[in-house]
């Protein structure tokens, strides 16, 4: 079995400053971890994805995450936040490498809120 | 442009009613799922699809029956639509295996039992 854990529901930065969105895991296997954005009514796009590869991994707008095996972390880290940043984030593990037809499992989603 | 696409995107229903939300994706993946969203729950897996001809429960399967139609369609079904069914609907697709690079979601159904 699988479980994510999102250290933060909200999180508020100003624009220009760094964003860090924190993600636990845990899995019983060597997992597949993504990062997702929704940005208000609309559906899930794909920010980035860890699948055993570099354990640094860059997306897009900017973002980044780092696989830490020993502390079974994936937060996202952004340097300078863009007013467009403003949206929801979901951390997400997939049991396998190479995916699982079973399913994600999601977070319950960070709310980043860009202050001017 | 390539991806999943769901309708409709907005139903309102009464208690009791039934009704088919509609899934089709164009990437030729095997798998398909039925994920619900509700506030501060993120989202839950419904049902999926491992390949055509299979569909197996997820997490909250209760009242809904899934249907895949073939490769490409993936339908979910309310029998007797209740308030705690209100909610966002989201399908997605996927491969797996050395082809795996996440799920491509489609743009959400937004339903409303009363």
């Known amino acids: 079995a699988q479980s994510v854990t999102q250290l933060d529901s909200h999180v508020s930065v100003s624009e220009g400053t760094p964003v860090l969105l924190r993600c636990n895991y845990s899995s019983s296997y060597s997992p597949s971890l993504f990062w997702y954005v929704q940005h208000p009514n609309k559906g899930l796009q794909l920010l980035l994805k860890y699948t055993s590869a570099a354990t640094l991994v860059k997306g897009i707008n900017g973002f980044e995450a780092e696989f830490k095996k020993s502390e079974t972390s994936f937060h996202l880290t952004k340097p300078s936040a863009h007013m467009s940043d403003a949206a929801e984030y979901f951390c997400?593990?997939?049991?396998?490498?190479?995916?699982?037809?079973?399913?994600?499992?999601f977070g319950k989603g960070t709310h980043l809120i860009i202050q001017p | 442009n390539a991806g999943v696409t769901q309708t409709p995107k907005f139903q309102v229903l009464k208690t009791g009613q039934s009704m088919t939300l509609q899934c089709a994706q164009d990437m030729n993946h095997n798998s398909m799922y039925w994920y619900r969203q509700d506030p501060g729950m993120g989202l839950r897996l419904i049902y999926y699809s491992a390949s055509e001809g299979t569909t197996d429960k997820g997490e909250v399967p209760n009242g809904y029956n899934v249907s895949r139609l073939n490769k490409r369609e993936f339908s979910l079904r309310l029998e007797s639509a209740a308030p705690s069914q209100t909610s966002v609907y989201f399908c997605a697709s996927s491969d797996i295996g050395e082809g795996f690079y996440g799920y491509t979601f489609g743009s959400g159904t937004r339903l409303t039992v009363v």
């Open positions: 997400v593990v997939s049991p396998y490498s190479g995916g699982g037809a079973d399913g994600l499992t």
